[in-house]
């Protein structure tokens, strides 16, 4: 499978602050990206996701960053609150209309109130 | 509206046993695709079905086998269970076959082999 991978495994922030997540991808032929979030004893919810063709989307208190010549992808997270504690994955797929998501191996944010 | 429901959300098996997970998509959804999520680690696809029809398959034995019915839930089935199959087992629907985001997931079958 494809490698996609994170820099940090854990991140803690106070809330109120803005969170950086960030994530490293293999596959330059990568055409789609997403970002999920999830919570323990939950299954992955969608966060966001961004096409190879743009290198910023924006979504609520939530925007993507890519970054194709360094192959990598961060999720910002603006005035971080104590629900978006969870762990946070990027997945991508080498085409948009393509099945197969491949996804790294996570970063678990933890919001100090 | 129910989202993408899984059953059991716990089970347990010994090695060598043979196990079944359920997966019922949202109502007009008509692909399912499943999910390994070994504990600290990302998911990694196993299938995807799309009206009754495999359509994708990742890098895993055949002891994983699958099915998708008529009214589009789906099954997964693990042959000769070994330790390292112990994993958090995820269903995902979607209305179409391909394009965009698996945007909904249901809650997991966490299954644990001793």
């Given at each position: 499978g494809?490698s ?6 854990t991140?803690s922030?106070q809330e109120?602050?803005?969170s950086?997540?960030n994530?490293?991808y ?5 055409d789609?990206f ?16 961004i096409r ?10 939530v925007?993507?960053l890519l970054n194709k010549?360094?192959k990598h992808l ?8 104590p629900g978006?504690?969870?762990?946070y994955?990027?997945?991508e797929k ?6 197969q998501?491949y996804f790294?191996?996570?970063?678990s944010?933890?919001v100090i109130? | ?12 098996k010994t090695r060598?046993q043979?196990v079944t997970l359920?997966?019922?998509?949202i109502?007009?959804?008509?692909s399912?695709?499943w999910?390994?999520q070994?504990?600290g680690?990302g998911?990694q ?9 495999e ?7 055949d002891?994983?086998?699958a ?9 997964l089935?693990?042959n ?8 958090l087992?995820?269903?995902?629907s ?9 945007a909904?997931?249901g809650q997991?079958?966490r299954l644990?082999?001793?």
């Amino acid at each position: 499978g494809e490698s996609v991978g994170l820099h940090l495994p854990t991140l803690s922030v106070q809330e109120g602050d803005n969170s950086i997540i960030n994530c490293a991808y293999s596959n330059s032929a990568s055409d789609y990206f997403i970002w999920y979030k999830q919570e323990s004893g939950k299954g992955p919810q969608f966060i966001i996701d961004i096409r190879s063709n743009m290198d910023k989307r924006q979504g609520q208190r939530v925007t993507v960053l890519l970054n194709k010549t360094v192959k990598h992808l961060s999720l910002q997270i603006a005035a971080t609150q104590p629900g978006d504690s969870a762990v946070y994955f990027c997945a991508e797929k080498e085409d948009f209309t393509g099945n197969q998501f491949y996804f790294g191996t996570g970063t678990s944010l933890t919001v100090i109130p | 509206d129910a989202g993408v429901t899984q059953s059991p959300t716990h089970l347990i098996k010994t090695r060598g046993q043979h196990v079944t997970l359920r997966c019922s998509p949202i109502s007009g959804h008509k692909s399912v695709s499943w999910y390994q999520q070994v504990l600290g680690q990302g998911p990694q696809f196993i299938f995807q079905y799309y009206e009754k029809e495999e359509r994708g398959r990742g890098n895993f034995p055949d002891r994983f086998s699958a099915r998708q019915f008529p009214n589009y839930s789906s099954e997964l089935n693990v042959n000769a269970l070994l330790l390292g199959d112990s994993a958090l087992y995820l269903c995902a629907s979607r209305a179409g076959m391909t394009g965009g985001p698996e945007a909904f997931f249901g809650q997991g079958t966490r299954l644990t082999v001793v």
